[in-house]
DNA sequence: AGAGTGCAGCAACTT
DNA sequence: GCTGCACTCT
């Protein structure tokens, strides 16, 4: 190395560390260091997907070089010298040229792959990495694991035997499965729990255990023995159906890139970066799948938060991050410690909470950030008053010009939306309820897609049994039972059995359907390629003879499923569009690609001017202005099941961290003393994380007196724990009801609300101050709300 | 054999 | 509150 490597590296390192100028010096650093391991431990809202963002430009832009010590071939004195000019001043020249001028062997965009947990978080980088690099963005994989496994799947999964027109199965279609097979076997339901099996079999798969595996690993243990059996023909099944369940998607991956040679070694040449979102939330056969990918080049990028391991109940291991460094003993580990999103306030109380866990990595986050408000904490009498807390606090905020956007609540489980629910409804509030895949799971959209996935693999029996006899076409569980034996003893699939069903004596009574019902699929796949996507749906509809059936009740749930639908196909719509609009051929494979792997959560929009609710572990990646904890009660959060072992209580405690950690400006915790649950009401504590944030950082919310909203209480409280304590002038003591801006609603007017559309008021009732409202919303059907409050979201037509 | 009806049991987090 | 299941009717 000679005198000139040196003047031209260290100017080098300073132009491009000049280039990061805007990170801190812990992000600069993992932006820079792009090769071999590193382990980027990044706590909550420390600018992790910007590093990763950076990172990705980064390499992109300026190569691997920063830690070369050579000068590249075609460098003289002039490049020496434009260095110079630049690290002096980085405005100097254009950024193309500052690129040509320190790029050093830049990997080509194919090159790197990012992996996530999400489609949010993949879509989000995705359109980042977009803005950033413009064209080279869309050929970087920045995709979920399970979307980059499918993708690889497609191409090569008839090495394993497979079909590559694979159907991916849902839990659903897996328990349907299961059952069957536990009812075949005639094993007592009450002793083989479907859900216990579904888990084992999940288990077993992520731990990359074949059926031979664990059936070794069972010994004497009678129901493990018979786990094997069922996974056995589970497994059997599936490959007869041509079909994958969630966690095939990754193990076969596995299995491919450990059993084919060639496969691995492409991919492996191919990957020169590999970079992982979420790594404490991987579990086995991910790891083991990470480690393949990037088994290659070796430059793999893993970033996590151990605070943030949410998902043990789903086979994470925690392990895969704490053993980083053992794995790659030359891995650098970076931490990243400023947190940028909230108050000091709020990080402190989460930092308290988060510190009561033992086995972490240690780290504390500590920010420049504004001290803020306290927590506020609410504790209601019943959960009526607690949702009326909430109501009322984003109301009084709203009234003061802040948008609703601002505020999301966040639950432990979806039960607790329910009453959230319908006090926001009745206060008029528009809000949108972000559910794991709500829509997607109603029966009439389980339907539609069974037709599809029928049309695209008919060898798929979960789904044609689903569509078999809906609507009614009088083939019964008798005719599928002789069906399903015929296919098992002649090697074929059931469909192939229906499709020549006059050729078997045992069908003749049902041949006629059966054929007639084959003939109706037969027809809509010769087309499938052909008609476009929205046109099969409607055609499909139509010979299927579904929307006639629903049609013919003529109940109002019929119109609701018919309204469904109806709104899959704008789902279709929306999936050609984006398939064209990369230049992608849409297809019907893609289609229900989609479907399978995306939930809610990914449709949550930030624009809208609603008040979100969703669940803590939805929320997980996500950040906003107001956060509202609700339901925080000994038994709800942390839940009655996690208080056995202090592993669980530890990934509730967890879980608490990420929630509080969401907020930006203001958190709220709120619980209540009784609670309607399942049918039963129950009473509750205060959750012991409300305990551990200390009491300087709490400010207790007083139970309000005054309701503005014609829902007031029977009687008016005095908090117990409170009373000899002066009264304190509490916001909600001097709070008065906002001026009425509500019109003077009659029946028959016509009115259009900002969440759910147009509609006629049917009744008028006077409440006190207000009046209660009952709308016949057109889409959104039948509400009732207070006039004052609602009438702020709703204008005369 | 299939369709319709009444009742019991159940209810997390996510891809 | 909803779903799956057993039972009865056609």
Redesign the pocket.
């Known amino acids: 190395m000679d005198d000139f490597d040196i003047r031209y590296t260290a100017l080098r390192r300073a132009v491009i560390e000049n280039e990061f100028a805007r990170l801190n010096d812990m992000q600069r650093k993992a932006v820079l260091k792009t090769e071999g391991p590193l382990l980027l431990l990044a706590g909550a809202g420390s600018g992790k997907t910007t590093v990763l963002i950076n990172r990705i430009i980064n390499l992109l832009r300026f190569g691997c070089g920063y830690e070369s010590e050579l000068a590249p071939d075609w460098a003289g004195d002039d490049e020496l010298e434009l260095l110079a000019k630049l690290a002096a001043d980085p405005d100097a020249l254009p950024a193309d040229e500052v690129s040509r001028l320190c790029a050093v062997d830049p990997p080509r965009p194919w090159q790197i792959i990012a992996i996530t947990?999400?489609?949010?978080a993949a879509g989000e980088l995705r359109s980042r990495l977009e803005v950033a690099c413009g064209e080279a963005g869309r050929d970087i994989w920045a995709h979920?694991?399970?979307?980059a496994c499918t993708r690889i799947l497609r191409k090569h999964i008839g090495r394993l035997g497979y079909q590559s027109a694979f159907t991916i199965y849902?839990?659903d279609d897996k328990k349907r499965m299961i059952?069957a097979i536990l009812k075949d076997f005639g094993f007592d339901e009450r002793r083989f729990d479907p859900?216990g099996v579904m888990s084992q079999i999940s288990r077993a798969k992520e731990n990359l255990m074949t059926p031979e595996d664990y059936g070794m690993d069972a010994g004497d243990d009678y129901y493990k023995k018979t786990v094997a059996r069922v996974y056995a023909e589970y497994d059997k099944r599936c490959r007869a159906a041509s079909a994958l369940d969630?966690?095939d998607i990754i193990c076969k991956t596995v299995e491919l890139l450990q059993t084919c040679d060639d496969v691995r070694e492409e991919y492996q040449r191919r990957f020169r970066y590999v970079l992982v979102d979420e790594y404490q939330d991987t579990n086995h056969a991910q790891y083991v799948l990470c480690s393949l990918l990037a088994g290659g080049w070796r430059n793999f990028c893993v970033v996590g938060d151990d605070d943030q391991s949410?998902?043990k109940?789903?086979g994470a291991t925690i392990e895969n991050i704490l053993e980083f460094e053992h794995q790659y003993p030359d891995a650098q580990t970076i931490r990243l410690e400023q947190n940028y999103r909230s108050t000091g306030n709020i990080l402190a109380a989460a930092n308290h909470v988060i510190a009561c866990n033992r086995g972490r990595k240690g780290k504390t986050l500590w920010t420049e950030n504004e001290t803020g408000e306290k927590i506020f904490f609410y504790q209601a009498d019943n959960q009526e008053e607690e949702a009326r807390y909430i109501a009322q606090t984003i109301h009084r905020q709203y009234s003061r010009g802040e948008p609703l956007k601002t505020f999301t609540i966040l639950y432990?489980?979806?039960?607790l939306s329910n009453f959230l629910q319908t006090c926001f409804i009745r206060s008029g509030i528009p809000f949108a309820v972000v559910r794991?895949?709500s829509f997607l799971d109603s029966?009439e959209i389980r339907d539609m897609r069974a037709y599809l996935e029928v049309i695209h693999n008919p060898h798929d029996s979960v789904r044609l049994h689903r569509i078999i006899?809906a609507p009614?076409?009088?083939?019964?569980?008798?005719?599928m039972e002789i069906v399903a034996e015929l296919a098992a003893r002649e090697g074929k699939s059931e469909f192939e059995i229906i499709r020549e069903a006059d050729r078997y004596p045992q069908l003749s009574?049902?041949s006629a359907q059966l054929l007639r019902f084959a003939a109706m699929i037969d027809g809509l796949r010769d087309r499938r390629e052909t008609v476009p996507l929205a046109e099969l749906y409607d055609e499909m509809l139509k010979e299927s003879g579904y929307l006639a059936a629903l049609e013919a009740q003529g109940t109002d749930e019929a119109r609701g499923r018919i309204e469904s639908i109806q709104e899959l196909k704008s789902n279709i719509a929306e999936y050609c569009e984006t398939a064209a609009a990369v230049g992608a051929e849409p297809s019907l494979e893609g289609f229900l690609e989609e479907l399978s792997?995306i939930?809610d959560?990914?449709k949550y929009d930030e624009n809208a001017d609603v008040v979100t609710m969703?669940?803590m572990?939805?929320a997980k990646g996500l950040e906003f202005p107001k956060v509202f904890i609700c339901g925080a009660e000994e038994g709800l959060f942390p839940?009655y099941?996690?208080m056995e072992s202090d592993e669980e209580m530890e990934e509730e405690r967890r879980l608490c961290y990420v929630a509080m950690t969401r907020a930006k400006k203001e958190l709220y915790i709120t619980c209540s003393q009784r609670r309607m649950l399942?049918?039963q009401t129950i009473y509750g504590r205060p959750s012991r994380f409300i305990e551990e944030i200390p009491a300087e950082l709490i400010r207790e919310e007083r139970r309000q007196e005054q309701l503005y909203d014609g829902y007031a209480t029977r009687t008016p409280h005095r908090s117990a724990s409170r009373g000899a304590e002066p009264p304190r002038r509490d916001v909600y003591r001097t709070y008065q009801a906002p001026p009425s801006a509500a019109p003077d609603f009659r029946p028959g007017m016509q009115v259009e609300h900002k969440a759910f559309g147009r509609g006629v008021v049917r009744e008028v009732t006077p409440m006190g101050s207000d009046m209660l409202l009952n709308i016949r919303f057109e889409r959104a059907g039948d509400k009732l709300m207070m006039a004052k409050t609602a009438g702020q979201f709703m204008k005369k037509l």
């Open positions: 947990f999400t489609n949010k979920t694991f399970h979307t849902d839990d059952t859900k969630f966690d949410i998902y109940f789903r432990r489980n979806n039960a794991g895949r029966m006899n009614a076409r009088k083939i019964g569980a008798r005719t009574r049902a792997l939930s959560v990914d969703m669940t572990h939805s839940s099941r996690s399942y049918g």
